[in-house]
């Protein structure tokens, strides 16, 4: 008979087991109950204690406590060899590995080192826990949640007077074995943090490739501009002229980028932006100074510099100073002139540094 024959409301049958002897079908019917659960559970108690061999055996306590020193110098060793690694292997170095084949040594080497520094001290946690603090069972009635003041008293002085039971003042091995797997991991962790900073930057956000005699090119032509090719409301992007000799050419372009405009002197008001550029021709930074985005909308008629990203407007006639948005600062002007044939060059170098502010920020 299967399942699906069994009568309506019958229990189904116990497996042998005194499993299911009480079960009945849900979907056979109403089924009337005895009512009402036990008024009391019975207690199923503990099971009885059995003693550990490190419990009975001093020697077998010597060497429960020699295997979680062993754990604990293995962690404090493989901390030592990271740091060995971090500095000896090159991080491009790749090597053969049965198994994985060709693979980065450097992740590699790392990887296990940490693997097993912080291995040796959770396995010789757990083993000392195991094997040589205390093991006995304890039963607490529920209370309330939070006890009474004598009784958190209490708990404090049995948790320092306590302390001894793990047996840590007793043997030695132990804590000075702890005390390295302790300390050491966490170098393993924090040095890859620290080194992959790389060296601080020292004035190389704050200064660019812009120099005295530098031609001011066409971006990405590289040709170079005669001020008489600058006409009222156009505008070039360049770049210097030296940029093809960078070794990091997107780093320094990133920098460096200008926007070249020519105005009617009459509308620069500011005296010193008609003093660094042409006869009403002017160089500004490209780089917005609210979050590095390039400025790359110029209006003639208004003229006006607007930052895509985020909105910041300039003002090119008031040396371009922040008119809207979030930019807190004016876009730092390149002095220009031309030389003797009539090319466009930097005066000098940018005054103060380019894009968006930061904490080292100081003049280029």
């Known amino acids: 008979m299967s399942e699906h024959d069994t009568p309506r409301g019958e229990v189904v049958p116990s497996d042998g087991n005194g499993y299911g002897a009480n079960a009945v079908r849900l979907d056979q019917g109403h089924i009337e109950g005895t009512g009402g659960l036990p008024a009391r559970f019975e207690n199923p108690g503990l099971p009885p204690h059995v003693a550990r061999m490190s419990d009975l055996d001093e020697k077998a306590a010597k060497r429960a406590e020699k295997q979680v020193a062993t754990l604990f110098g293995i962690s404090s060793l493989a901390t030592v060899l990271f740091v060995i690694a971090y500095f000896a292997i090159d991080p491009e170095q790749a090597a053969f590995l049965p198994g994985i084949g060709k693979a980065n040594l450097y992740n590699v080497v790392l990887g296990v080192c940490l693997a097993f520094a912080l291995l040796g001290v959770g396995v010789g946690a757990v083993h000392w826990a195991k094997t040589l603090m205390p093991d006995t069972e304890m039963v607490e009635e529920r209370h309330p949640q939070r006890a009474s003041d004598e009784d958190r ?21 132990i804590k000075f074995s702890l005390a390295g797997a302790l300390a050491l991991p966490p170098i393993a962790l924090i040095l890859p943090l620290v080194g992959g900073l790389g060296p601080l930057p020292k004035d ?24 008489d090719q600058v ?13 093809k000799d960078s070794q990091h050419v997107l780093e320094d372009k990133a920098k460096a ?49 607007l930052c895509p990203c985020h909105q910041s407007t300039f003002d090119v006639t008031n040396d371009c100073k922040v008119i809207f948005g979030p930019a807190k600062r004016p876009l730092p002007q390149l002095k220009i002139t031309v030389d003797s044939e009539g090319y466009l060059v930097a005066d000098a170098p940018f005054r103060e540094a380019v894009g968006p502010s930061f904490w080292e920020r100081g003049h280029a």
């Open 204 to 227: 190389e956000l704050s200064k660019t490739m812009w120099k005295k005699g530098d031609r001011l090119v066409r971006d990405p032509e590289r040709t170079p501009i005669r001020a």
């Open 257 to 305: 980028a200008v926007l070249l405009m020519r105005l009617n002197p009459d509308d620069i008001k500011p005296q010193k932006e008609r003093d660094w550029g042409h006869e009403g021709i002017v160089a500004y930074s490209k780089i917005c100074t609210h979050v590095g985005c390039p400025v790359g909308l110029y209006e003639q008629q208004t003229h006006h510099l």
């Open 231 to 243: 006409t009222i409301g156009s505008v070039f992007h360049v770049l210097p002229e030296s940029i």
């Open 153 to 173: 008293k209490r708990a404090v002085d049995n948790f320092v007077g306590e302390g001894g039971k793990s047996q840590i003042g007793r043997r030695p091995l």
